[in-house]
């Protein structure tokens, strides 16, 4: 994420962010899922998306000096 992150500008940022407000929610209705994966599925997220998300959001708050 932070090398796409800085291929683009603030102005594209407040662009997609405008794009993407603008977007009709979509819903699948009520899905059937397995609580055993669903917890795996937690801990994966934890270990390895968790740690992306926690450096992006550092990325944006040192892009706007907090």
Known sequence: MNRIDKGYNDKEFELMGEFFIEQEM????KQNYD?????VGKKLHKKY??????????????RLDY
């Open 49 to 62: 998306c968790l740690v992306v998300i926690q450096k992006v959001a550092q990325s944006l708050m040192m």
């Open 26 to 29: 979509h819903s699948i209705g």
């Open 35 to 39: 609580n055993t994966k669903t917890k």
